[in-house]
């Protein structure tokens, strides 16, 4: 594609998210005239760029767009027909700009119908309002095609001397100057696939820097121990400064969602509140690309099975607008995003009705699982208690797929449920998927790393104490302190020959989700950043791995995923196993407590 198209369609598409958010937060902020001028100005320079480059059909709809919008500089009140009208004409530049970049011309086709709803929408709203902004009323006339600096450059020396060239609008930090009349910030694009092999290179610095510190370690008084160290200092920062080119906040993900809260809002008659926090909050663009998908699954499921009708509000006490929310954060190495709304909850009994029909469990053991274990069965797949199937929601194709995701990136979702009061999903997932910390361990003479984001403690598995290995009927489990935890040994689950099951050992306690469950291994070394290899797809189906890596001493290891593990465990069983031991615990409370009674009446306990 040629350079000044490609950067047109580049530029276009960035401008065109940014118009999408702010028409929703000027549908509800009408009088906000910064707002207003921002998107104008943004159209505008669209409308400008394409007279320039000739292409008829993205100018013709700018131009009507802008028309309308100009009626609201105007004065005249905003609509939601007109809001509507125009974030479709958005959607169809976005469709032209598609074709354009595979293409490089605008496809066939008209664009009357557009065009025709908009002027006439802008022929019949009256301006009864003064001006938001009439100090520009004079700039915005008659003003002249607007182009980047760099598509200036790139035109040829024949172009018209008509055009001016005009800087792309820039954020207030790229404006501030030194005290040399310098800018304080510049940026320039660079290539994502560049930045691929940048991050591709230094992962493969990072595994020679692991060799060289092994070597260093089996010769303690080698001559090159000092200039290993810097050299590993070096690598380092190298390695954080390349993650820092990847990272983008998790705005970026939530760019559309207002968009699509405020069309959920129309098409299903609810009034919806959406809330956004730490939307600068960074992580790595590969994760966010993934991460974007299951977001927006989760709001649309807050919207439709969430939030109930404003009259089914009222009558439950509610606001009749409904709130759905937002956050993220930085927690450790990784990020927690939360998505919560203040709607109906989780219908529990109709949960476990479906799951008993479908024959996932059976009423008995059903009957013994609380609520929370209930939840989870929202994940399995082809699940749905939708009632009947719209377009938003009810074909079971919906929290497996965002959970297999999650696990994909190595992630964990959480789910809690009140019954008329909200539903709130905390997703885990790792800053980045390139490099991470893991726990070198091994399992029947072979070496596995384990993600450390899962980790939550090592203990020594000891005959007695505080740490001990104990049997609930056939199920192995961990005494630690005052909780039993689920156990189980790697060896058996990855089936290789680790000899007789010993009550002595380590044991790697993990967490995924509200889960905790026990890995006992039969050494455990030490920490080390690994380069996640992907797995080779004759291994791809088998759950209990995310990947390989090279250690230090060239060996291959395989990746353990703890998600895979949970399951391997089996989501019935741990179910079953937990109610057991919580029904062990209450027994030797209550005898605790009748033992106390007897004391305090002098008896023996």
């Keep these: 594609m040629d350079d000044l ?21 000027f549908e509800r902020e ?8 921002n998107v104008f100005r943004l159209v505008h320079t669209i409308k400008g760029t394409c007279g320039f480059l000739g292409l008829p059909r993205l100018e013709a709809l700018a131009h009507a767009a802008e028309a309308l919008m100009g009626k609201f500089r105007d004065g005249a009140p905003v609509t939601g027909e007109a809001v509507t009208l125009i974030l479709s004409t958005i959607d169809r530049i976005k469709e032209i700009l598609e074709a354009l970049a595979t293409e490089q011309r605008e496809p066939d086709g008209a664009d009357d119908d557009l065009i025709a709803a908009l002027e006439r929408v802008a022929a019949s709203v009256v301006s009864d309002a003064p001006a938001l902004v009439p100090e520009e009323a004079a700039e915005v006339a008659a003003p002249p095609p607007q182009v980047t600096v760099a598509e200036v450059a790139a035109a040829p020396e024949s172009a018209p001397p008509a055009v001016k060239p005009v800087e792309a609008p820039v954020s207030d930090a790229a404006e501030a100057q030194d005290g040399n009349g310098k800018n304080g910030h510049q940026s320039i694009r660079v290539s994502v696939d560049m930045l691929e092999q940048l991050m591709t290179m230094v992962s493969e610095l990072v595994l020679t820097r692991n060799q060289l510190l092994e070597i260093v370690r089996r010769h303690e008084d080698s001559e090159f121990k000092a200039p290993l160290q810097r050299l ?9 400064g390349v993650m820092k080119t990847r990272m983008q906040p998790i705005g970026n993900a939530w760019q559309k969602l207002p968009r699509i809260v405020r069309d959920l809002s129309n098409e299903l008659g609810k009034k919806i509140n959406l809330e956004m926090q730490g939307a600068e909050t960074e992580l790595d663009r590969q ?50 995003i939360q998505i ?25 053991d059903a009957d013994k699982l609380s609520e929370a274990q209930i939840h989870k069965f929202i994940f399995s797949p082809g699940f749905s208690t939708a009632a009947q199937v719209t377009s938003v929601s009810g074909r079971g194709v919906g929290m497996d797929v965002v959970r297999a995701n999650i696990d994909q990136i190595g992630g964990a979702i959480d789910v809690k449920s009140v019954a008329g009061v909200g539903l709130s999903f905390t997703v885990k997932i790792p800053l980045t998927l390139a490099i991470v910390a893991a726990l070198i361990v091994e399992a029947g003479g072979d070496h596995f790393a384990i993600p450390q984001m899962a980790v939550v403690e090592l203990v020594r598995a000891r005959s007695s104490g505080d740490h001990r290995v104990e049997r609930i009927r056939d199920t192995t489990v961990l005494r630690l302190r005052d909780k039993l935890v689920p156990l189980a040994r790697l060896t058996e689950m990855l089936g290789i020959d680790g000899g007789e099951a010993p009550e002595t050992g380590y ?23 690994i380069v996640v290899k992907p797995m080779s797809s004759k291994l791809r189906h088998i759950p209990m791995f995310s990947g390989n890596t090279i250690l230090g001493d060239g060996s291959v290891i395989m990746i353990i995923d703890p998600n895979g593990v949970a399951q391997a465990l089996g989501s019935t069983v741990s179910a079953q196993l937990a109610v057991e031991i919580d029904e062990l615990l209450g027994d ?18």
């Design 5 to 25: 198209l490609r950067e047109f369609v580049t530029e276009t598409n960035e401008s065109l998210d940014v118009v999408d958010l702010e028409l929703v937060r």
């Design 30 to 37: 009408p009088n906000n005239s910064k707002i207003l001028d």
């Design 232 to 240: 590993s200092n070096v690598t380092g920062e190298l390695q954080e």
């Design 287 to 336: 994760v966010l690309d993934l991460i974007k998908d299951p977001l927006t699954h989760m709001v649309r499921n807050s919207a439709d099975h969430g939030l109930e009708t404003p009259a089914e509000r009222r009558a439950a006490g509610k606001p009749e607008q409904g709130l759905v929310r937002l956050a993220a954060y930085h927690e450790g190495g990784h990020i927690i």
């Design 340 to 364: 919560s709304d203040d709607g109906r909850g989780l219908d529990s009994a109709a949960i476990k009705a479906k799951a008993v029909a479908r024959g996932m469990i059976s009423q008995g």
């Design 507 to 529: 044991i790697v306690v993990t967490q995924v989700g509200s889960q905790t469950f026990g890995v006992m291994v039969d050494a455990v070394f030490h920490t080390e950043e």
């Design 588 to 605: 030797r409370l209550a005898f605790r407590r009748i033992g106390l009674q007897q004391v305090r009446r002098g008896a023996p306990a």
